[in-house]
């Protein structure tokens, strides 16, 4: 048994999600992050240490007693992370950290290259509300929690199944869903057919039930486990929403349609049509699992989102401000196409920063299409996060091929300024990188201008 855990990059959603779990078990934890902010800040004042240089000096001398953790995002030749495997340390990435912890207890997760992290924190809110209890590993930060780690005596476990770098294929899940299968990471999977493959080797590990978004490839041959479907108001599958009802400011009302019957008038506590389809999945593995269904149809409407997923931070008649955390075209067109629902007839604008440049280079195309549904884009510098430039891949590849009647690009130490003359209707910010640090500046500048009307 570790006395220490050692976290590198600590300050990843993920990551520190594990390191608050073995905080909450007494253990001594710390660990390195490149940058401060908010959730390093927020792990700080919790009581674990946590600093922003490569410096071997801070890592635990106990080599015996000390577990290191790292995420796969940083670099190789990491000094930190070079130094523990040279020096006789139990070294693991998080996904295995994850793995293990799930070992002996029923695994309720959720993979999918987009919707995971809605649908796994929908699907813990349902069991903390029902009563039921549950342990949580979120891949965002809860709203009606304000954390990404939920800890229960109840031996079960809900986890975001991450793809990135293979790490899903550390779970052995009772029940699971899959959201969808669109092309992403092709850096580490060369293409869509080695990346189904993998998702295919993720539903074989599963014990129970895979819960399939309807259309997409998996069949019976590719597990043992029982298949469901399940879809937003297709018929053909197991679960499905009918009724469907919006009202003016986009909150949603459906029956929801399973085996076992149908639940009325249902509401989910969040807007946009996404968040139906959102909601009938985590739904689905809860009455799977055997949960009352009138507990789940009330914990949907008390559900107040995640941090960053359609986060609504002004919305008045005359202005409307939302970040999503959306960084695969998929995503994005899903963001805009729910943002047109609440706001029909407004002007939309949208703040997109591409994450990573192989990403860029994929699926230039496909992000050029979907931010060609705004009236005016505004695009930012490519965020790096753990990859060195591509020559011939910057924004502008995504910019020459946007056909919104209006765009500008420019680089995020230019945009705050650029925005005080820019007037705003709704206003959507995309991206996976370091946007969210402007989410405070910018609502506070739309507030204030709201006030001086």
Same mark, same amino acid.
């Given at each position: 048994?570790?006395?220490?855990?050692?976290?590198?990059?600590?300050?990843?959603?993920?990551?520190?999600?594990?390191?608050?779990?073995?905080?909450?078990?007494?253990?001594?934890?710390?660990?390195?992050?490149?940058?401060?902010?908010?959730?390093?800040?927020?792990? /700080?004042?919790?009581?674990?240490?946590?600093?922003?240089?490569?410096?071997?000096?801070?890592?635990?001398?106990?080599?015996?007693?000390?577990?290191?953790?790292?995420?796969?995002?940083?670099?190789?030749?990491?000094?930190?992370?070079?130094?523990? $495997?040279?020096?006789?340390?139990?070294?693991?990435?998080?996904?295995?950290?994850? !793995? /293990?912890?799930? $070992?002996?207890?029923?695994?309720?997760?959720?993979? !999918?290259?987009?919707?995971?992290?809605?649908?796994?924190?929908?699907?813990?809110?349902?069991?903390?509300?029902?009563?039921?209890?549950?342990?949580?590993?979120?891949?965002?930060?809860?709203?009606?929690?304000?954390?990404?780690?939920?800890?229960?005596?109840?031996?079960?476990?809900?986890?975001?199944?991450?793809?990135?770098?293979?790490?899903?294929?550390?779970?052995?899940?009772?029940?699971?869903?899959?959201?969808?299968?669109?092309?992403?990471?092709?850096?580490?999977?060369?293409?869509?057919?080695?990346?189904?493959?993998?998702?295919?080797?993720?539903?074989?590990?599963?014990?129970?039930?895979?819960?399939?978004?309807?259309?997409?490839?998996?069949?019976?041959?590719?597990?043992?486990?029982?298949?469901l479907r399940y879809a937003y108001d297709n018929a053909g599958a197991d679960f499905y929403a009918s009724g469907i009802?919006?009202?003016?400011?986009?909150?949603?009302?459906?029956?929801?349609?399973?085996?076992?019957?149908?639940?009325?008038?249902?509401?989910? !506590?969040?807007?946009?049509?996404?968040?139906?389809?959102?909601?009938?999945?985590?739904?689905?593995?809860?009455?799977?699992?055997?949960?009352?269904?009138e507990k789940v149809k009330k914990a949907l409407s008390s559900f107040q989102g995640v941090k960053r997923r359609f986060?609504?931070?002004?919305?008045?008649?005359?202005?409307?401000?939302?970040?999503?955390?959306?960084?695969?075209?998929?995503?994005?067109?899903?963001?805009?196409?729910?943002?047109?629902?609440?706001?029909?007839g407004r002007r939309l604008t949208a703040i997109f920063q591409p994450h990573l440049y192989t990403r860029t280079r994929?699926?230039?195309?496909?992000?050029?299409?979907?931010?060609?549904?705004?009236?005016?884009?505004?695009?930012?510098?490519?965020?790096?996060?753990?990859?060195?430039?591509?020559?011939?891949?910057?924004?502008?590849?995504?910019?020459?091929?946007?056909?919104?009647?209006?765009?500008?690009?420019?680089?995020? /130490?230019?945009?705050?300024?650029?925005?005080?003359?820019?007037?705003?209707?709704?206003?959507?910010?995309? !991206?996976?990188?370091?946007?969210?640090?402007?989410?405070?500046?910018?609502?506070?500048?739309?507030?204030?201008?709201?006030?001086?009307?």
């Open positions: 048994m570790y006395t220490n855990i050692y976290f590198i990059g600590i300050g990843g959603i993920g990551m520190s999600a594990i390191a608050r779990y073995y905080h909450y078990k007494g253990l001594k934890v710390s660990g390195y992050d490149k940058t401060p902010s908010e959730l390093t800040a927020a792990l /700080e004042s919790e009581g674990i240490e946590v600093h922003y240089e490569d410096n071997i000096g801070f890592i635990p001398k106990d080599v015996e007693n000390t577990l290191v953790v790292y995420t796969p995002a940083i670099p190789a030749d990491m000094g930190e992370l070079v130094y523990v $495997q040279e020096h006789g340390y139990r070294v693991i990435k998080r996904s295995r950290t994850l !793995g /293990e912890i799930a $070992q002996g207890q029923k695994c309720l997760a959720v993979a !999918g290259t987009h919707g995971k992290t809605t649908t796994s924190t929908l699907l813990a809110h349902i069991f903390q509300n029902s009563g039921e209890g549950c342990s949580a590993f979120l891949g965002g930060i809860s709203k009606n929690y304000d954390t990404n780690l939920l800890v229960s005596r109840n031996p079960v476990i809900v986890a975001e199944a991450d793809e990135f770098d293979r790490s899903f294929l550390q779970l052995f899940p009772e029940i699971a869903v899959i959201t969808s299968m669109d092309a992403d990471h092709l850096d580490i999977y060369s293409d869509i057919s080695n990346m189904h493959d993998a998702f295919k080797a993720f539903a074989s590990q599963v014990n129970g039930t895979v819960i399939a978004k309807y259309g997409l490839p998996i069949e019976q041959k590719d597990t043992k486990a029982q298949i009802k919006v009202d003016e400011c986009g909150y949603f009302t459906f029956d929801l349609n399973w085996p076992g019957g149908t639940v009325k008038d249902c509401k989910v !506590g969040i807007p946009g049509w996404i968040n139906v389809e959102n909601a009938v999945a985590a739904s689905a593995i809860a009455l799977t699992y055997g949960l009352d269904p986060d609504i931070h002004l919305n008045t008649p005359g202005c409307a401000y939302i970040d999503d955390y959306a960084h695969h075209p998929k995503e994005i067109s899903a963001a805009i196409s729910s943002m047109r629902d609440i706001f029909p994929d699926f230039a195309d496909e992000f050029a299409e979907a931010l060609s549904g705004v009236d005016k884009l505004i695009l930012l510098d490519i965020y790096p996060a753990r990859e060195e430039p591509i020559p011939g891949v910057t924004s502008e590849i995504i910019f020459e091929k946007v056909t919104a009647p209006e765009k500008v690009i420019m680089k995020k /130490e230019e945009l705050m300024e650029y925005l005080q003359n820019e007037p705003v209707d709704t206003l959507i910010t995309f !991206g996976a990188g370091n946007i969210d640090r402007f989410i405070r500046p910018i609502t506070e500048m739309l507030c204030q201008r709201q006030q001086d009307i």
